[in-house]
């Protein structure tokens, strides 16, 4: 069966980027001229998905207000015969079906899925976090979805993390058996760095079978006293195959500050219409916080960390 759904959670209440968040939610903040969820959404959309629900909650109209038809904005831009904004604008709305429904209590990943049971039915579908940008010539979704079709279960997407920072992830042990495709064989929410079992990490896409719910109906609060989604598939993984997937691609883990800063320059410095400007300034801050002769700059002695 083709994998046509994808779930959104985004009821989080964004506290690491607060006080931005404090009355916008953390998927609405901008990178370069975008919110965060639009760049996950177009993943969804160029890997096939059909279908979006947003998990919300409180707080969160300004997702559905984004994705939602604006009939005075388009009507100005209209007016004043800007046609590539409405183009642009109209798009966003038009771009995939999506529905929403609410997560009434911020009770973790996993309950945050199991509040799409009834949208998923009992079909395959798609998982998708808004903190993990992917750059990737072929979607990060699309990837895990050609696995899927393979080995017909669920896929988990993983990315190999410096082993001091494991603790921040769920993590996998796990067997090869193609390429960059793992057979799974256990799994762990977020282990002290010394029980890790690898460095692989499990990140923000996962396709899920629909005999997931049944066992995030019954799961008790794990780590962090939340319905973890990672316990969940452990329990999965005894009554069928779990697959991982090392994909090919660059992440920005946008869920912090640090990481957030760090997309909005990579993404910046490959977009045609900044890349000279704004490298020359990133240059120039260089130099000043260095104290570098100019002239050493410009005979190649100095380049940007990107570069």
């Given at each position: 069966?083709?994998?046509?759904?994808?779930?959104?959670?985004?009821?989080?209440?964004?506290?690491?980027?607060?006080?931005?968040?404090?009355?916008?939610?953390?998927?609405?903040?901008?990178?370069?001229?975008?919110?965060?969820?639009?760049?996950?959404?177009?993943?969804?959309?160029?890997?096939?998905?059909?279908?979006?629900?947003?998990?919300?909650?409180?707080?969160?109209?300004?997702?559905?207000?984004?994705?939602?038809?604006?009939?005075?904005?388009?009507?100005?831009?209209?007016?004043?015969?800007?046609?590539?904004?409405?183009?642009?604008?109209?798009?966003?709305?038009?771009?995939?079906?999506?529905?929403?429904?609410?997560?009434?209590?911020?009770?973790?990943?996993?309950?945050?899925?199991?509040?799409?049971?009834?949208?998923?039915?009992?079909?395959?579908?798609?998982?998708?976090?808004?903190?993990?940008?992917?750059?990737?010539?072929?979607?990060?979704?699309?990837?895990?979805?050609?696995?899927?079709?393979k080995y017909r279960g669920t896929v988990l997407a993983l990315e190999q993390v410096p082993m001091e920072n494991i603790s921040s992830y769920g993590c996998v042990q796990a067997n090869q058996i193609y390429k960059k495709v793992f057979e799974v064989t256990d799994l762990v929410e977020k282990p002290l760095r010394e029980d890790a079992p690898s460095d692989m990490a499990i990140i923000g896409r996962y396709v899920l079978t629909p005999e997931i719910f049944p066992i995030l109906e019954r799961q008790k609060p794990g780590k962090g006293g939340e319905i973890q989604l990672t316990d969940a598939i452990l329990?999965?993984?005894?009554?069928?195959?779990?697959?991982?997937?090392?994909?090919?691609?660059?992440?920005?883990?946008?869920?912090?500050?640090?990481?957030?800063?760090?997309?909005?320059?990579?993404?910046?410095?490959?977009?045609?219409?900044?890349?000279?400007?704004?490298?020359?300034?990133?240059?120039?801050?260089?130099?000043?916080?260095?104290?570098?002769?100019?002239?050493?700059?410009?005979?190649?002695?100095?380049?940007?960390?990107?570069?």
């Amino acid at each position: 069966m083709r994998v046509k759904k994808a779930v959104f959670p985004v009821a989080g209440l964004g506290t690491r980027f607060l006080p931005a968040t404090k009355a916008s939610p953390k998927e609405m903040l901008p990178l370069i001229d975008k919110p965060l969820v639009q760049y996950v959404v177009e993943e969804a959309v160029a890997s096939g998905i059909e279908q979006i629900l947003f998990v919300t909650g409180r707080g969160k109209r300004a997702i559905e207000d984004h994705f939602d038809i604006a009939f005075e904005l388009e009507s100005m831009l209209f007016d004043k015969g800007k046609e590539a904004e409405l183009t642009q604008v109209r798009e966003i709305a038009n771009m995939v079906d999506i529905f929403y429904v609410r997560q009434k209590q911020a009770l973790g990943l996993g309950h945050a899925v199991l509040c799409a049971r009834e949208f998923v039915g009992n079909e395959p579908f798609a998982v998708l976090l808004g903190d993990d940008i992917i750059e990737a010539p072929t979607p990060c979704l699309g990837q895990l979805l050609e696995v899927y079709r393979k080995y017909r279960g669920t896929v988990l997407a993983l990315e190999q993390v410096p082993m001091e920072n494991i603790s921040s992830y769920g993590c996998v042990q796990a067997n090869q058996i193609y390429k960059k495709v793992f057979e799974v064989t256990d799994l762990v929410e977020k282990p002290l760095r010394e029980d890790a079992p690898s460095d692989m990490a499990i990140i923000g896409r996962y396709v899920l079978t629909p005999e997931i719910f049944p066992i995030l109906e019954r799961q008790k609060p794990g780590k962090g006293g939340e319905i973890q989604l990672t316990d969940a598939i452990l329990q999965l993984s005894k009554s069928e195959a779990i697959y991982g997937c090392l994909f090919d691609g660059i992440r920005h883990d946008c869920g912090d500050k640090m990481g957030f800063l760090k997309a909005t320059v990579d993404l910046a410095l490959k977009r045609d219409e900044f890349n000279g400007e704004f490298r020359s300034y990133l240059l120039g801050r260089l130099m000043e916080q260095q104290e570098i002769p100019a002239n050493l700059a410009v005979h190649g002695m100095v380049a940007t960390s990107h570069d």
